[in-house]
């Protein structure tokens, strides 16, 4: 677990990355006074809003990178990289609220049948994936309860976002994995 003080670092650099990318067209490099346990790898994304509007979104799901990295390198592409925005500009940045979470390793959830899947997802705790031959998509564990969504809309909505039709949860051959993330936002 990473403390609020670990969050607000994570947000500055995040803002810092988005500047100077925006600015100069460069990558930061890792912080000097970076925190040795904020090298270790870890899923993350950072959500943009404007005017709590999403205005981007992007991030790892996996732990491929040290956190620290993938934070400024999902920060940059959530601003200039999510298909659904135009980029980031310099005058929007001031009107944008940052997000970072950080995400556990993604586990496979067991179920005898896929109705039991209902059961076990705990809105509001659980992010989730669904990966169904090469689609995958992944929704945050924030997104259902800011949607008002239960378990079932929770995993339609994902097999929506992985380009699936709204029922392939309940077949055999689709995977569903949960994983918890500690969110961070920016005061």
């Known amino acids: 677990m990473l403390t609020n003080k670990d969050g607000e670092y994570l947000i500055k650099i995040a803002k810092l990355a988005i500047e100077t990318y925006l600015e100069k067209g460069e990558k930061i490099p890792t912080p000097e006074d970076c925190p040795p346990h904020l090298k270790e790898k870890l899923g993350v994304f950072v959500t943009l809003n404007e005017q709590n509007e999403l205005r981007g979104c992007i991030g790892y799901p996996e732990p491929i990178a040290p956190l620290i990295e993938a934070t400024i390198d999902v920060a940059i592409s959530a601003a200039v990289s999510d298909p659904r925005f135009p980029s980031l500009t310099k005058g929007e940045l001031e009107n944008i609220d940052i997000e970072v979470t950080v995400l556990t390793k993604p586990e496979i959830l067991q179920v005898n049948s896929p109705s039991d899947y209902l059961t076990e997802i705990k ?7 669904i990966e169904k031959e090469f689609n ?3 929704l945050l564990p924030q997104v259902a309860p800011e949607h008002n969504m239960d378990s079932e809309t929770f995993l339609a909505h994902t097999c929506m976002k992985a380009g699936l039709n709204s029922q392939c949860w309940l077949e ?3 995977k569903v994995y949960t994983f918890k993330g500690q969110i961070f936002k920016e005061e």
Do not use: V
């Open 172 to 174: 055999e051959e689709t």
């Open 136 to 138: 995958r998509g992944l």
């Open 123 to 129: 809105i509001g705790e659980h992010g989730l994936i």
